[in-house]
């Protein structure tokens, strides 16, 4: 939060236009040109865009959306909202979403499959793609609606909320399959205070503008008109044409975001990517650190999440091991508890022994502190309260 984002910020609200206005519909295009994908709507939250783009596709109750277990809840909750039936399936060591098991949990009732960038690190998309355009699950899909017509398959919903600026085979995540979600909450790398950004990206023949256009009226309780275009002189009247919701951005949070999209690659992107190659480098002289996987031949992270795990350690011994860790005066966290281990989700009768990779992972995991004003000096400091905590406890 520099004088940059404070000056623009003052900006607006001297601007006399401090809700949805001109500075969201510049960031909306800004986001566009950043990932090179078709259409941007920017909303309140990434929760928002999921649950937006769920009911847009008309899922309902008796349908199945297909979501890791290794995620944070907003991903299964927004399929609960809309009556449908969250699908948990394992994931891989990266974290990720296992195409297998994706594979193996299509049914008939499948209308969605969610995958999530973990930590930023982007999931297999053309393998996800692919599964889904093969004959044989197309031809188990059952279309409801004309938006699932017209797409003839499953939709990809990608939850990017970690991942704005990793890149996979050379693309952007944003343009990576049919609809992809940011966040901008308060922790992530871009942030608005809160925020989030829907991604269209969906083929022929969608027209995304024009799906743009009605996802704004979705999102503005169903009027016709939005408060930028009553402005206009004579231009009062509008309409409730449905039911929508109440998620739109303001223009004091685009302000936010409007200077940190400008100068994201060649300055947030590079300090993180920074933190995570001096973990790297000071955590791999010992044999007990599994390091996270954050670039490849075909992957770029966002560098959102430094997901160390601690080898053949029990989640108790973890658990002691992050205690001595915060009694060290480092403090450090998980990411995530798998849904299926919340209460909520185990009264729905989700077992986690039914995800051994995910619990495997979460047993192990312990998430280090990555902030933009992070200094060498303190990631040393962090790496040394790591490196006598687990040694106490292993």
């Given at each position: 939060?520099?004088?940059?984002?404070?000056?623009?910020?003052?900006?607006?609200?001297?601007?006399?236009?401090?809700?949805?206005?001109?500075?969201?519909?510049?960031?909306?295009?800004?986001?566009?040109?950043?990932?090179?994908?078709?259409?941007?709507?920017?909303?309140?939250?990434?929760?928002?865009?999921?649950?937006?783009?769920?009911?847009?596709?008309?899922?309902?109750?008796?349908?199945?959306?297909?979501?890791?277990?290794?995620?944070?809840?907003?991903?299964?909750?927004?399929?609960?909202?809309?009556?449908?039936?969250?699908?948990?399936?394992?994931?891989?060591?990266?974290?990720?979403?296992?195409?297998?098991?994706?594979?193996?949990?299509?049914?008939?009732?499948?209308?969605?499959?969610?995958?999530?960038?973990?930590?930023?690190?982007?999931?297999?998309?053309?393998?996800?793609?692919?599964?889904?355009?093969?004959?044989?699950?197309?031809?188990?899909?059952?279309?409801?609606?004309?938006?699932?017509?017209?797409?003839?398959?499953?939709?990809?919903?990608?939850?990017?909320?970690?991942?704005?600026?990793?890149?996979?085979?050379?693309?952007?995540?944003?343009?990576?399959?049919?609809?992809?979600?940011?966040?901008?909450?308060?922790?992530?790398?871009?942030?608005?205070?809160?925020?989030?950004?829907?991604?269209?990206?969906?083929?022929?023949?969608?027209?995304?503008?024009?799906?743009?256009?009605?996802?704004?009226?979705?999102?503005?309780?169903?009027?016709?008109?939005d408060a930028l275009a009553k402005t206009q002189i004579g231009n009062w009247r509008y309409d409730i044409v449905?039911?929508?919701?109440?998620?739109?951005?303001?223009?004091?949070?685009?302000?936010?975001?409007?200077?940190?999209?400008?100068?994201?690659?060649?300055?947030?992107?590079?300090?993180?990517?920074?933190?995570?190659?001096?973990?790297?480098?000071?955590?791999?002289?010992?044999?007990?650190?599994?390091?996270?996987?954050?670039?490849?031949?075909?992957?770029?992270?966002?560098?959102?999440?430094?997901?160390?795990?601690?080898?053949?350690?029990?989640?108790?011994?973890?658990?002691k091991i992050i205690g001595e860790i915060f009694a060290n005066e480092v403090a450090v966290n998980v990411h995530?508890?798998?849904?299926?281990?919340?209460?909520?989700?185990?009264?729905?009768?989700?077992?986690?022994?039914?995800?051994?990779?995910?619990?495997?992972?979460?047993?192990?995991?312990?998430?280090?502190?990555?902030?933009?004003?992070?200094?060498?000096?303190?990631?040393?400091?962090?790496?040394?309260?790591?490196?006598?905590?687990?040694?106490?406890?292993?």
């Open positions: 939060m520099d004088q940059l984002i404070i000056d623009e910020v003052i900006d607006t609200l001297k601007s006399g236009w401090i809700t949805t206005g001109p500075k969201t519909k510049l960031f909306e295009k800004e986001l566009t040109k950043y990932a090179a994908h078709k259409s941007t709507l920017c909303l309140n939250s990434a929760s928002a865009g999921l649950e937006l783009m769920l009911r847009w596709y008309g899922v309902k109750e008796g349908d199945e959306v297909i979501v890791p277990a290794y995620t944070y809840s907003a991903t299964a909750n927004v399929v609960v909202h809309c009556g449908a039936k969250p699908v948990f399936v394992d994931i891989n060591d990266d974290f990720n979403i296992s195409v297998k098991a994706i594979e193996k949990a299509i049914t008939k009732n499948t209308k969605v499959i969610m995958p999530v960038d973990v930590g930023g690190f982007p999931c297999d998309y053309d393998e996800i793609n692919a599964l889904v355009n093969q004959e044989n699950i197309k031809r188990l899909f059952t279309a409801n609606t004309e938006e699932q017509k017209k797409l003839g398959r499953i939709l990809i919903l990608s939850d990017a909320a970690h991942s704005l600026g990793g890149v996979y085979k050379g693309l952007k995540v944003g343009n990576l399959t049919d609809i992809t979600v940011y966040s901008f909450h308060a922790v992530k790398n871009l942030t608005t205070a809160e925020g989030g950004a829907v991604c269209l990206n969906l083929p022929e023949p969608f027209d995304n503008d024009e799906i743009y256009k009605e996802l704004n009226i979705k999102s503005l309780h169903g009027q016709n008109k449905e039911a929508g919701y109440k998620y739109n951005m303001t223009d004091i949070q685009a302000s936010m975001g409007l200077v940190e999209i400008r100068r994201y690659d060649e300055d947030m992107i590079p300090k993180r990517k920074h933190i995570f190659d001096t973990y790297t480098q000071e955590l791999s002289k010992y044999d007990w650190a599994i390091l996270p996987e954050y670039e490849n031949e075909h992957k770029l992270s966002s560098y959102h999440v430094f997901l160390l795990r601690i080898k053949d350690i029990t989640e108790e011994q973890r658990n995530f508890v798998p849904l299926p281990m919340m209460t909520y989700y185990i009264n729905m009768g989700y077992n986690i022994k039914d995800f051994p990779i995910s619990y495997n992972n979460y047993s192990k995991e312990i998430s280090l502190p990555v902030y933009y004003d992070l200094t060498d000096d303190n990631i040393l400091t962090v790496v040394d309260a790591i490196v006598k905590s687990v040694e106490k406890h292993i």
